[in-house]
Structures are given as structure tokens and as C-alpha cells.
């Protein structure tokens, strides 16, 4: 067993929801869902290990327990949140709303500026968000939360909540079928999108709950940057594919995640897609002062290396000439003096994609592993506005304030 190998399996669990978890039946509540959820399997996907700590072999030195283990953060959740009668008429308000006001034909970028996706908020449809109110979403979905990763209900909130859409592209040339243009790529693949490049969100929870039938397209699914190399197994129950993508058999359940793994929505070959979307926070009290700005500085390393390695290309040339002869007059016609510097090979090998995936998992493996505190080291539980003191925890707290305040990253 290698701790470094990205192939060690996923662990897998299936299982049916204890009641106690998710019991849906409220006597309060005027519709009846019941406890028809308790009745579909729940999946658990761990992602592999990635960061090796070789300096810390002695395991008296307990200087960071928080770090010397996998959490519940490692774990990406299939659970059903909504059962098929409540999921089907939350659609159609989504879908009835979409058509009506026109929020799906592009990219809302003034809601989600990097990332950009086709959706509408759901305080924008007053539709659906009742009809969420009602079936005590909210509720349902913080608890699940709650239970997975141990933070208590009140220290959750939605930072968004919103439908998004995506479509396969031969359905967009489908629709646009009278346009005899073919050269015309722009138009033939219209605005509408069909996948959501690798991103983090700037939540540190995140879920994407599928609301059309799972038969209504091909591909799609949320898919992982670390369990690109996991195999999938039978046990899966056909939730996770090759490459990484994990697709809900059902429509109703969502995949509940931590935003700070690196994601992205995989390509929807045909079909379309609907998914219910949302970021969640946790409160400040719960949360590693600085945790997130540490990595964040070397994924930003990471960027930078791919950055110099493309300014380096552009210059077209493989090196410089040195041109010694001002200071060296005499042996002016000496090669070796003259010297030629091969354009940077440390540029060139800082910047090999594989490298900086293998540092941007082991970055993210060790962000999982802290981030969260454990309830013991929790601060008190506070008014809300308590939260904003932080800026005097110095530059690291402010950096994480400041990439809360982004939807994407
Ligand atoms: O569509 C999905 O499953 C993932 C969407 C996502 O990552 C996002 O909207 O930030
Ligand atoms: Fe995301």
C-alpha cells in the first residue's frame, strides 16, 4: 500500500438511510411525503489519499492531530433528498419558470462571474421557492449536512441556491435546425451550456440535487479532479464512471460535497440536464483560521508556474546567446565563454501538468483533512455578526474573507 497511489481504490459504502436521519413524515405538514426516501440506497464515495507527510514518521508528535487523518470532507455523498413526486413537481415550476422568463438560453454571468452557468436563482420563482418551503428542504438538506460532517444546523446557511441547466450540443443544433449555415459553429451551438470546467466553489459546502429523470440525458453528472484514476467497482451501484464523474441514478438525490474539492459538471453528450444547486457556509467558529488562504497560495503557485511556462513559449526561441565579449575582450573567438542558456528547463519542469495536479491534490487532501475544527476547539456560539471581528486574526483571515466573498474559484 502506497499512501501516494491516486489508483487506491474508492472505499465504497451503500446503504439505506436510517429513518432516524431521514425521516420526511411531519405530522405538522399538510402534504404527506412520508418516509418514502428511507427506501432508496444512499452512496459514499472517498476520494483517495494524496499528501504524505514522510517528516512527520513520529507519531508522538502530536503538534497537529488534525492532520494526520482522512474526514468526513474526503467523502462525496449520494443521498436522496426529495422523493420522486415532490422532485417531479419541483422541476416543472423550475422548468415552467426557465421557458417563461428565458433563464436558461445563456450564462448568467452577472450572478456567477467566473463559471459562469444557465440558471435562475430560486428567490427568483416564487413557484418553487414556496413549494421548497413547504416540503422543509431546507431542513432536510441542513440536517443531512449536519449529520455527515458534524457541524451543528445553526452554523449552516445558503451563500445560493439556484437551478441550473445544461444540454447536449447536438440538441442545440437539433433546435436551431433551420439555420443551413453550417459553417456557422457559433450559432449551431448557441449560447446554452453543456459541462462546467474544473472549478472550486466559494462555499466550503456544496450540493447538486438532479431534477429531471436521469433518463432524460446522456453524460453529465458532477465529476472529481481526484478520482480521475479511481476505478469504478460493481459496488458502486453504477453512481461513479471512468474518469471521475459521479451520476445519480435518480432523479431527487443529490451529491453533497465539499466546494473546496476540486469539480466540475462533466459534458451531456444528449439530453438535458436540470439540477438544483446550492453553496452552503459554515460559520466562522467552526473553520481553521488561515487553512484556506494556505492552499490558495500554492494553488496559486501552480497557476503562476503554468502562467511563466506559456509567457516562456510565446518568445519562440530555445535560449540566449551570451554575449561576454564586452567583458572579456581578449578571448572573445572562446565558444565556451560565449556561452549559450537554453531557455529555463526548471520553468518547463515546474509547470508539467501532472506535477501540479499530483501539489494542487496533495494541497487538497491536506485542506480536507483541517479545515473543519473539531467541536472541542470551536469558538462560542455566537450572534451572527460575531463572525466579522475576524479581520483581527491578520492577513491570512482577510484573505479568507476575501475568497468567501466569490461564488467560484
Ligand atoms: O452540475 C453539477 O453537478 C455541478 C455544478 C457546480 O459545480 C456548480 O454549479 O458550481
Ligand atoms: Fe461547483
Known amino acids: 500500500f502506497c499512501p501516494m497511489d491516486p489508483r487506491v481504490g474508492p472505499t465504497i459504502q451503500i446503504s439505506t438511510p436510517s429513518s432516524s436521519s431521514l425521516s420526511t413524515s411531519s405530522t405538522t405538514q399538510e402534504h404527506h411525503t412520508t418516509v418514502e426516501l428511507d427506501s432508496y440506497i444512499n452512496v459514499t464515495v472517498k476520494l483517495p489519499l494524496f499528501f504524505h507527510d514522510s517528516s512527520n514518521k513520529n507519531t508522538d508528535d502530536n503538534s497537529d492531530p488534525s492532520s494526520s487523518s482522512s474526514s468526513s470532507l474526503h467523502s462525496i455523498y449520494i443521498r436522496p433528498l426529495l422523493s420522486d413526486e415532490e422532485v417531479g413537481m419541483a422541476c416543472r415550476l423550475a422548468e415552467d419558470y426557465a421557458e417563461e422568463n428565458g433563464r436558461w438560453d445563456q450564462p448568467d454571468s452577472e450572478r456567477h462571474e467566473s463559471y459562469s452557468t444557465c440558471d435562475f436563482p430560486v428567490d427568483e420563482c416564487t413557484e418553487l421557492e414556496t413549494f421548497l418551503e413547504s416540503s422543509d428542504f431546507e431542513q432536510r438538506l441542513f440536517q443531512q449536512f449536519s449529520d455527515l460532517y458534524n457541524i451543528d444546523v445553526n452554523d449552516l446557511s445558503y451563500n445560493d441556491l439556484f437551478v441550473a441547466y445544461y444540454q447536449g450540443k447536438e440538441e442545440n443544433q437539433q433546435q436551431n435546425g433551420d439555420n443551413d449555415n453550417e459553417d456557422d459553429a457559433d450559432y449551431t451551438n448557441s449560447n446554452i451550456m453543456d459541462r462546467l470546467e474544473l472549478h472550486r466553489d466559494g462555499s466550503l459546502l456544496s450540493f447538486s440535487l438532479l431534477l429531471n429523470p436521469p433518463n432524460e440525458f446522456e453524460g453529465g453528472g458532477t465529476f472529481y479532479d481526484a478520482l480521475r484514476d479511481v476505478r469504478p467497482t460493481f459496488e458502486d451501484g453504477g453512481i461513479l464512471h471512468p474518469g471521475g464523474a459521479i451520476r445519480p441514478n435518480r432523479a431527487g438525490d443529490a451529491v453533497l460535497h465539499c466546494g473546496k474539492i476540486l469539480h466540475g459538471a462533466d459534458v451531456v453528450t444528449s439530453g438535458r440536464r436540470i439540477v438544483l ?76 501538468p501532472e506535477l501540479c495536479r499530483r501539489r494542487r491534490l496533495e494541497m487538497e487532501d491536506l485542506l480536507l483533512r483541517n479545515i473543519i475544527l473539531p467541536s472541542d476547539e470551536r469558538g462560542p456560539k455566537d450572534d451572527e455578526y460575531h463572525q466579522f471581528s475576524w479581520d483581527n486574526e491578520g492577513a491570512i483571515s482577510i484573505l479568507d474573507n476575501e475568497l468567501e466573498e466569490q461564488d467560484r474559484i
Do not use: Y
Not at 279 to 287: A, G, H, L, M
Not at 310 to 326: A, D, P, T, Y
Open 277 to 352: 444547486v446550492g453553496f452552503v457556509d459554515v460559520s466562522k467558529r467552526c473553520i481553521r483560521p488561515g487553512a484556506l488562504g494556505n492552499s490558495c497560495k500554492e494553488w496559486g503557485r501552480m497557476d503562476v508556474a503554468k502562467f511563466r511556462l506559456k509567457r516562456q513559449e510565446k518568445k519562440n526561441h530555445r535560449g540566449w546567446v551570451l554575449n561576454n565579449s564586452r567583458w572579456l575582450k581578449d578571448i572573445t573567438n572562446n565558444a565556451v565563454v560565449r556561452g549559450f542558456v537554453p531557455a529555463s528547463s526548471g520553468v518547463i519542469r515546474r509547470a508539467d
